[in-house]
Structures are given as C-alpha cells and as structure tokens.
C-alpha cells in the first residue's frame, strides 16, 4: 500500500486575487458566529476554563447577519469561494438560516459547509438545506455512549449526536462529514467503530490528530495517534486504496475502500503539516479576521464596518492583510508543542 503524501501546490493563474508571502491564494473563510457551546469537549473547551463563571462574549458585540454577508461579499471579490460556517456551537446563533441565505446569494460563494456538534440539527436541518447550505460536518468522537459523555463532557448521550446526522441527510445535507479527534488512551479504541459506522451509513469520517490548539487543551505529543497509523490500522481491516483529487489544497487526505465501502480521510497537522497549501482565513464573532488557526490575535474588522469604511477601502484592507501573511505554524511545531499564546479553538472554529 502506498503511504501517504503530502499534498502538492496546485496550479493558479496570476492576477487572480491578493497571495501572501509564500504565494497562497485566499479561497476559504471560516465564520464563527458564536463563542457559546452546549457541550464541553475536553480538547476544545474544557469545563474548569469555560465553566459557569467562564465570560462569553456580551452578545451585542457580534457582528450581525448583514455585517458577515458584507464581508463575505468584499472577500468574495478577492476570491473567497467555500465558506464554513462554525463556532463554538453555530446553531445556538439564532435564525442561522437567515445568516445562510444571505451568504448563497453572494456572487461567487459556491460552497457554504457547517461545523456543528450535531445536537440541534433534528430542529434546523431543513431549514438550514432550504435556506442554501449545502454540507454538514459533525463532531464526534467516539459512538461509545460512555466515552462519548467523558469526552465531552456532557449528560447528552451520543444517540443525539446519531439523530443529528440522520436529520441532516434526510435534509439531503450530504455526504455528511464526520470529524473524529483521536487520543491515545482515551478514545483511540473507537477507530474502527467510527469507520465501521461510516461505511454503514455512508457517512465520511475524518480522523484528525490531536492538535494544541489554544492553551487550555491539556495537549501532549504522546496522545497523538499518527494519521499513518490510522491507515494502517484501517488497511489492515478493509484494504484502502488513496484518492487523489488533484486539487493539490485539500486538508484531508481521502482514501477510498476497495470493497466498495466508500471513503474515510485523515487530517495529519501534527505529523504531516499542510501550512504552504493553507488557504484559509477566520472570522471571529466579533469580527476579527485570523490568518491562522494558531494565531494569538487577528484583525480588528469590527471597528472598521462600524465606522464607515466603504467598499474600496475594506477590499484593499484585506488584501493588505493577506498578503502580509507568513504563517506556518504547524511547521514550526517543536517536539513540546508551540508555545506563546494563542487563540482557544472554540473562539474561531476548528
């Protein structure tokens, strides 16, 4: 079998929007639209950080509907094509369909994806399909009811997380993605339920390694599980063959089982970072634009929709932005995890 690869620059054509200092493109932004969440997962939002005293954003700082699709718009223009709509938990947000609708009538913008938890997606699976989403990914680590709760956190049992899903694709949000953190000696035991799960559902599951995002997490090298030995791990079950979709920009490394089973992918940041293919930016609920999902602080854009700014001026603000950008950080990774501070996961999305 073939191990795996990393990912090669794609061909672009020149003069086709803003590139930063290593030549990336923008194409992708993130949205969060809320710092609040209804579970506590450990790697992300741990209870003795974010418990009942913890401050969540004052709601009336968030940027509103029309202030997110003015700024989708304006990076649409600079060649933002896919946008994530994630949190916290974005379907706390209220009215997120509406958020959505506004979003699937930018000109450009055509692909329009959730992060969700799954819990709340029987109430807004078909309102958010109505309203233009066209993809779901769901967090969810592991289909054991009592790892699940341990991990995160929660007296909610996984069968909400399941009817999550099922509501989505009857929704025809599809194929739903799942996203599975792994941890060794915590949920790493739940490999290939999660994939046995996927093959019978036709869902996609993505295993990602454990990643210190932010400083709360508690990240240890020793409980990354190697996306390598994921598939080998899988090969060994149901032999996989690699699927190459040629874009050179994916995060995932896909691999399709031979036996008709359908797909699973890997996301190896730890291992096998993927920073010089990095096309993503992310906007915090309070409208600051992050360049990098390890970054400490990002750009204020609140302030500058707030006071006035028109069109011109944001576009040649953003492109500004970009084109300073230089990060790397999952390159620059040492063998004890980055250090300094750095953005919480749940402030700005995975």
Not at 16 to 42: E, F, H, K, M, Y
Not at 149 to 157: E, N, Q, S
Not at 182 to 196: F, I, K, M, P, Y
Not at 212 to 241: I, K, M, S, Y
Request: with cysteine; proline share 4%.
């Amino acid at each position: 079998m073939r191990g795996m690869h990393s990912p090669q620059p794609s061909a672009t054509t020149p003069g086709d929007g803003p590139r930063d200092q290593l030549g990336r493109a923008l194409r992708d932004l993130r949205v969060s639209v809320t710092d609040r969440c209804n579970l506590r997962c450990r790697y992300c939002m741990p209870r003795e950080v974010f418990g009942p005293d913890h401050a969540f954003l004052p709601r009336e700082d968030l940027l509103g509907f029309e202030e997110i699709s003015r700024l989708v718009r304006v990076l649409a223009g600079l060649g933002v094509g896919k946008i994530r709509i994630t949190g916290g938990e974005p379907l706390l947000r209220r009215d997120l369909s509406e958020l959505v609708a506004q979003i699937a009538a930018v000109e450009g913008i055509h692909d329009i994806a959730l992060t969700t938890n799954g819990v709340l997606l029987p109430q807004h699976a078909e309102d958010l399909a109505a309203a233009g989403l066209g993809r779901v990914t769901v967090s969810l680590d592991a289909l054991d009811d009592a790892t699940f709760r341990a991990m995160a956190d929660t007296a909610v049992p996984v069968a909400s997380v399941l009817a999550g899903i099922e509501a989505a694709q009857r929704a025809g949000l599809t194929p739903v993605k799942v996203n599975a953190v792994l941890q060794r000696g915590v949920n790493d035991d739940q490999l290939e339920a999660l994939a046995d799960f996927g093959r019978r559902t036709g869902v996609v599951i993505r295993f990602i390694e454990f990643m210190d995002v932010g400083t709360t997490n508690g990240w240890r090298r020793d409980q990354v599980v190697p996306a390598r030995e994921v598939v080998e791990r899988l090969h060994a079950r149901w032999p996989l063959d690699p699927v190459d979709d040629g874009s050179g920009a994916a995060v995932a490394e896909r691999y399709r089982y031979r036996d008709g089973g359908g797909e699973v992918g890997v996301i190896a940041s730890v291992t096998r970072p993927f920073c010089r293919t990095c096309t993503r930016a992310r906007l915090s609920a309070v409208g600051e634009l992050f360049t990098c999902l390890f970054g400490a602080r990002g750009h204020d854009l609140r302030a500058l929709l707030r006071g006035g700014i028109d069109d011109e001026e944001l576009t040649a603000r953003l492109a500004t932005i970009w084109g300073r950008r230089d990060d790397r950080a999952s390159e620059r990774r040492a063998a004890t995890g980055l250090t300094g501070e750095r953005v919480e996961m749940s402030y700005i999305g995975g």
